[in-house]
């Protein structure tokens, strides 16, 4: 594998530490705040809005840009939205600034998932990808966790100052060590406004929509994890904590078995499979959502399901674009980014109203009833397609 894809990847570490730092410190920003817990939400909100809105249109835009001067700029703009939100001293303040940093989130990692791909060959273009993601399943592994433990007993803004140091060291590591060609190839790069008109392409909306079904159902939950574990599973912040370590490890140990799975069936095949794994993972927490012990080992497979899917949901939009629109490819990439960041949004926001107008105990169900459209959406999207991008892996 390329050095540079391993600076992408602690980039995306980065990136993913701001991300879901905030699900493992709701309940301390509300309590910090005295604001209720479905409005700490809204902060996960914003930054996945940013993320959605960056990833395609910026990429679009910025099309005929250096590819290292892309990431550059999406890094400083990362750390100066990171560092506002150490600084808020109200939920505003923090929703702005995550949502600047959103911006930079989903721009950054549309164009590190598709420049790795062009500099491996074709077979192991899942492996790529999984591996700039990887850098997401490691915050996920051992910096929320941590971090939700020090912002518990310390400071959450404590926590979110690590996040700024994190970002200016990816952001070193890009100056020093990218070449300034990476990634440039003149075959994918398009006008800027040829590009926005691929964002509406029908089938790349189409891979996409799956995408965004599947992480709203997977976070429909996982963005209220917390409050879930304390209310219904009645688990103590420490014991929470550790639950979220192991479904970070078990997250970073999907998104590497997910490239190889995804290399070896095809990416339609690989996503068909892990939604019904997903729908199967949350009514098993439904029905067992009082045993800490249960639960424990279901997140911990929710981790490694959710985080499968990175790299088999991005291959299969990617290769999508790869045989219909090849000079799409960035926008694509862009696209499913939005898709995940989507899903993540729209996850926060169906968990919030399932709280206000039923109960937290019913989130697990509000993800079977969306990961299960997934499956449909699937199951809808034509044939011809499936054969043709599973003969282009």
Same mark, same amino acid.
């Given at each position: 594998?390329?050095?540079?894809?391993?600076?992408?990847?602690?980039?995306?570490?980065?990136?993913?530490?701001?991300?879901?730092?905030?699900?493992?410190?709701?309940?301390?920003?509300?309590?910090?705040?005295?604001?209720?817990?479905?409005?700490? &939400?809204?902060?996960?909100?914003?930054?996945?809005?940013?993320?959605?809105?960056?990833?395609?249109?910026?990429?679009?835009?910025?099309?005929?840009?250096?590819?290292?001067?892309?990431?550059?700029?999406?890094?400083?703009?990362?750390?100066?939205?990171?560092?506002?939100?150490?600084?808020? +001293?109200?939920?505003?303040?923090?929703?702005?600034?995550?949502?600047?940093?959103?911006?930079?989130?989903?721009?950054?990692?549309?164009?590190?998932?598709?420049?790795?791909?062009?500099?491996?060959?074709?077979?192991?273009? &899942?492996?790529?990808?999984?591996?700039?993601?990887?850098?997401?399943?490691?915050?996920?592994?051992?910096?929320?966790?941590?971090?939700?433990?020090?912002?518990?007993?310390?400071?959450?803004?404590?926590?979110?100052?690590?996040?700024?140091?994190?970002?200016?060291?990816?952001?070193? /590591?890009?100056?020093?060590?990218?070449?300034?060609?990476?990634?440039?190839?003149? +075959?994918?790069?398009?006008?800027?406004?040829?590009?926005?008109?691929?964002?509406?392409?029908?089938?790349?909306?189409? /891979?996409?929509?799956?995408?965004?079904?599947?992480?709203?159902?997977?976070?429909?939950?996982?963005?209220?994890?917390?409050?879930?574990?304390?209310?219904?599973?009645?688990?103590?912040?420490?014991?929470?904590?550790?639950?979220?370590?192991?479904?970070?490890?078990?997250?970073?140990? &999907? +998104?590497?078995?997910? /490239?190889?799975?995804?290399?070896?069936?095809?990416?339609?095949?690989?996503?068909?499979?892990?939604?019904?794994?997903?729908?199967?993972?949350?009514?098993?927490?439904?029905?067992?959502?009082?045993?800490?012990?249960?639960?424990?080992?279901?997140?911990?497979?929710?981790?490694?399901?959710?985080?499968?899917?990175?790299?088999?949901?991005?291959?299969?939009?990617?290769?999508?674009?790869?045989?219909?629109?090849?000079?799409?490819?960035?926008?694509?990439?862009?696209?499913?980014?939005?898709?995940?960041?989507?899903?993540?949004?729209?996850?926060?926001?169906?968990? &919030?109203?399932?709280?206000?107008?039923?109960?937290?105990?019913?989130?697990?169900?509000?993800?079977?009833?969306?990961?299960?459209?997934?499956?449909?959406?699937?199951?809808?999207?034509?044939?011809?397609?499936?054969?043709?991008?599973?003969?282009?892996?």
């Amino acid at each position: 594998m390329p050095f540079v894809i391993y600076i992408f990847s602690l980039c995306a570490f980065a990136l993913g530490l701001t991300e879901f730092l905030v699900i493992g410190l709701a309940s301390v920003i509300s309590d910090d705040f005295q604001i209720p817990v479905d409005t700490v &939400g809204l902060t996960i909100t914003a930054y996945a809005i940013g993320a959605t809105i960056g990833a395609p249109f910026l990429t679009a835009i910025t099309t005929k840009w250096s590819r290292k001067g892309v990431m550059l700029t999406t890094m400083i703009i990362f750390s100066l939205g990171s560092l506002a939100a150490t600084l808020s +001293n109200n939920v505003e303040m923090m929703i702005v600034s995550r949502f600047v940093a959103g911006l930079a989130h989903g721009l950054f990692l549309a164009v590190a998932a598709s420049v790795a791909t062009e500099l491996v060959p074709p077979e192991k273009s &899942g492996a790529a990808v999984a591996c700039v993601f990887a850098g997401l399943t490691l915050a996920l592994a051992l910096g929320v966790p941590v971090g939700s433990y020090l912002g518990s007993v310390v400071s959450w803004k404590l926590s979110f100052s690590l996040v700024t140091i994190f970002g200016l060291v990816g952001l070193i /590591g890009l100056i020093f060590l990218m070449p300034a060609n990476t990634g440039n190839k003149s +075959n994918i790069i398009s006008h800027p406004i040829k590009s926005l008109c691929y964002i509406f392409n029908p089938l790349l909306l189409l /891979g996409t929509f799956v995408t965004v079904l599947g992480y709203t159902g997977a976070f429909a939950l996982y963005a209220y994890i917390s409050p879930f574990l304390y209310q219904v599973t009645n688990v103590s912040i420490q014991t929470a904590s550790y639950m979220m370590l192991f479904y970070g490890i078990f997250a970073a140990i &999907g +998104n590497i078995i997910g /490239g190889k799975v995804t290399d070896i069936l095809g990416a339609d095949r690989s996503v068909t499979i892990i939604l019904f794994l997903l729908s199967f993972d949350l009514m098993l927490m439904y029905l067992f959502s009082h045993s800490m012990l249960v639960m424990g080992i279901l997140i911990a497979i929710i981790g490694a399901i959710s985080y499968a899917a990175v790299p088999a949901m991005q291959a299969r939009v990617i290769n999508i674009a790869k045989y219909y629109v090849p000079e799409a490819i960035p926008v694509a990439s862009g696209l499913n980014i939005a898709g995940f960041n989507s899903g993540i949004a729209l996850g926060s926001v169906v968990g &919030g109203i399932i709280i206000s107008h039923a109960s937290i105990t019913y989130l697990t169900l509000g993800g079977v009833v969306i990961s299960l459209a997934g499956v449909c959406a699937m199951i809808l999207t034509p044939k011809k397609t499936k054969i043709l991008v599973h003969q282009d892996e």
